[in-house]
């Protein structure tokens, strides 16, 4: 009896790679005769799952994403064309919601952010010059479900009121009846007369106004007496703002004498503390050297032995100087 044949396999193995081949081939032409995915927008989204690919002919639906809405007449579909890429579409027929129109507040402005209502921007608010914000100076547009809404109420602009200027130790203020100031409204302060021999001085600024955020645009003043002592230096002379008594911000301006040089400023003012400011200065002997081959060698220095700045020639009463360095002038003798 004869062994039972072996039975061939319809596909020999060799066969294998030539279908898979072919299998490539015909996958390969299927994807080069098709569309790939189609475009995505900003303001549409496409209806359903997309596909890896579609056939010539086949066509697409797209619907506008939440917060957007479609006005007519623009397409909202494409098409695979025959050349394998999608016919033109955009997402221009998609309008952004927008939240409902805000008037400008009374004495102020609603300023909606790049010009448009629509979800995503901004609307800021500002009031007039005497005027102040109560509530959320910015408010949002925002989606709650497919509505646009604001983010809450408009604010409101109110007038700015101030309360009655404090009141001062020896003196007063005017419109002092008044209970309530306007934004801008002023009062001014004066001095009591002073029960003893020296005037009060009124310190500080004497007008304040009723300004931004209902407060006043300064401290108010004070009224007290202001008095510095008879300003006197040695070896030099007051040559401007004499007087028996020097009271508040009173001036005064001095030279020395001859051989003598200012060590100070100049000028001085008296101060809210009764004293003078910058101090009183003071006038320092001009120390003369020796003489050789005819020369004067002439050295300016302080009574502390410290070197004195100054410009000097003969015939000038007084040198006045701030900085201390060493110098040596010579001057000719004739």
Known sequence: MEPPGRRECPFP?????????????????????????????????????????????????????KGYFYIPPLATHTICDRNHTWLPVSDDACYRETCPY????????????????????????????????????????????????????????????????????????????????EYLDAVTYSCDPAPGPDPFSLIGESTIYCGDNSVWSRAAPECKVVKCRFPVVENGKQISGFGKKFYYKATVMFECDKGFYLDGSDTIVCDSNSTWDP??????????????????????????????SASHSAGITGVSHHTHPHITFMMVIF
């Open 102 to 181: 805000i008037r400008d507040p009374l004495n102020g402005q609603a300023v909606p952010a790049n010009g448009t209502y629509e979800f995503g921007y901004q609307m800021h608010f500002i009031c007039n010059e005497g005027y102040y914000l109560i509530g959320e100076e910015i408010l949002y547009c925002e989606l709650k479900g497919s509505v646009a809404i604001w983010s809450g109420k408009p604010p409101i602009c109110e007038k700015v009121l101030c309360t009655p200027p404090p009141k001062i130790k020896n003196g007063k203020h005017t419109f002092s009846e008044v209970e309530v100031f």
């Open 13 to 65: 193995s060799w066969r294998f790679p030539g279908l898979l081949l072919a299998a490539m081939v015909l996958l390969l032409y299927s994807f080069s005769d098709a569309c790939e995915e189609p475009p995505t927008f900003e303001a549409m989204e496409l209806i359903g799952k997309p596909k890896p690919y579609y056939e010539i002919g086949e066509r697409v639906d797209y619907k506008c994403k």
């Open 279 to 308: 101090p009183v200065p003071k006038c320092l002997k001009v120390e003369t050297g020796f003489l050789h081959d005819g020369l004067a060698s002439l050295e300016l220095l302080t009574s502390s032995d410290s070197p004195a």
